[in-house]
């Protein structure tokens, strides 16, 4: 199973930046995906996934501004960033967590980088 993210980029704060993440391989099963992200010398934080059915979870700072979705045929999933500040720069991963025996898996990304700066 392979994670592919794409989208990351320069912005300036206020701008909007589109991630995208394709899963690839042999899936039977996903629970959630969402996006992760690390800043320096920071720990790694969820900042939205999406769960079967559809329902998202966003970190606070995010709420209002970002959007994660899905496309569950591609087993892609979307982060659309709008308002973006200087505090969103960050390395962005995407996740996938699969059911496993008895446990959840966990997949990642290569990591997409994101910085908001004028």
Do not use: H
Request: charged share 15%; aromatic share 8%; hydrophobic share 35%.
């Amino acid at each position: 199973v392979q994670l592919q993210a794409s989208g990351g980029g320069l912005v300036q704060p206020g701008g909007s930046l589109r991630l995208s993440c394709a899963a690839s391989g042999s899936i039977p099963s996903i629970n959630s995906m969402g996006w992760y992200r690390q800043a320096p010398g920071k720990q790694r934080e969820l900042v939205a996934s999406i769960i079967n059915g559809g329902k998202t979870n966003y970190a606070g700072s995010v709420k209002g501004r970002f959007t994660c979705s899905r496309d569950n045929a591609k087993n892609t999933v979307f982060l659309q960033m709008n308002g973006l500040k200087p505090e969103d720069t960050a390395v962005y991963y995407c996740n996938m967590k699969v059911p496993g025996y008895g446990i959840v898996l966990d997949y990642w990304g290569q990591g997409t980088l994101v910085t908001v700066s004028s």
